[in-house]
């Protein structure tokens, strides 16, 4: 990674922060440090970030409002949030905010820099493919990948940026079986070994998006033991 990557990192815990801005240091990022959620929105707003590793449990205003406020004035910004706590709920509602990761405390450091790096990397891939296309329309269906504004019929909505970055994958592999090992790869960055019910889920979430009927797919389909077919003829865009 080069220097010019900036990263702000969100923890009120000294000891951990400290460990993180010397070891992220070490790797080559611009590293910043908020130790409450009123400093990291001020820091958000004097400065530009390419990631944000933001804990759940802060001082003043907590991590998920953190969250809901950057990814509402810039949505691409990658956002790993860290917690102590192993609730389930925790771990959807920052994904559902639009998290683009979620690591669990206490954490090996390795795992962290890997998240990182894939953070990065799926950043800049997802960037390269919305300024070539960034509007892609299908069915009664038009996605805007600039903004991550969609619309299906009369119902206007957001995606995330990791359901964005799935539909983007399946868009640029469109009428081709492509397995969920691969779509953990490549759109999560990681290993086959993980549980696959991760992009299963995603991919429920694009059907009730839409599909006309999410229980009788037409554009996601579901191949046995193959993973999914994403269905449709697409055709592309200007930016509006």
Known sequence: MTPQHKILVVEDEESLATGLLFNLGEEGYDVMRAEDGRKALELYRTNRFDLIILDIM????????VAEQILGDEPQMPVLMLTARTSAEDRIKGLEIGADDYLTKPFHLKELLLRVRGMLKRKAWYQSASDSEPVVKFGNNRVNFADLTASSGKQNFRLTQREAMLLRYLIEHKNKVVSRQE????????DAEIDT?????FIM????????????????????????????NCSGGNRS
């Not at 001082?59 to 409002?65: E, K, N, T």
């Open 205 to 232: 979430r694009l059907r009730r998006y839409f599909e006309p009927n999410p229980s009788q797919p037409v554009y996601f389909i579901s191949i046995r033991s193959a993973g999914y077919m994403f269905r449709v």
């Open 183 to 190: 779509l953990l790869k490549h759109v999560w960055q990681l």
């Open 58 to 65: 802060l001082p003043y205003i907590d991590g998920f409002q």
């Open 197 to 201: 019910r991760t992009v299963d889920n």
